[in-house]
């Protein structure tokens, strides 16, 4: 008999690698100030524009923990404008 894969404890989706928790934000907090139509992506979903509230990109930020477990945390990243399409174009 097989051991049935770990699941999260937050949404009881199966976890992919025991070893790795990965916790990403879907918007900056003010996106949610804003109408939808204010959202802007120039292509790949980690980078965001917003109408009047600035220019953003998604970062990683992994976190060792004990156990050979790494916490990823995806966490949005305000930056200018000139940034901004330095990373669209790349």
Known sequence: MSASPASCSCCGEPLVDERRIDVRFGLPDVAFELPEE???SPGPSALLA???AGFFVRCLLP???TGDTELVLGAWMEVDEETF???AAV
């Open 85 to 87: 399409r330095h990373a």
């Open 38 to 40: 204010a959202r802007r």
């Open 50 to 52: 917003l109408d009047g």
């Open 63 to 65: 976190v060792r923990l």
